[in-house]
């Protein structure tokens, strides 16, 4: 879990990521409650945090594009 409260991501839009191929090989991210939650099986850390920071990066650039 990310807290996003008081952050520029905290009312921005998330498109939930849901990806289960088996029972081991799995992933779920989404926002809930003002925070990013990822979820997955023992080997998607570094695809959850991958999720999160493409969305993040992906919200700061459209914040810059409508400030210019």
Do not use: M
Request: aromatic share 14%; with cysteine; net charge negative.
């Amino acid at each position: 879990k990310i807290n996003l409260l008081d952050t520029y991501l905290e009312n921005r839009n998330f498109t939930e990521v849901s990806e289960e191929y088996r029972d081991d090989d799995w992933l779920f991210c989404r926002i809930r409650n003002g925070k990013f939650e990822g979820h997955g099986d023992p080997d998607k850390l570094y695809a959850i945090l991958t999720v999160f920071k493409d969305w993040a990066e992906s919200e700061k650039n459209a914040d810059n594009t409508q400030n210019r």
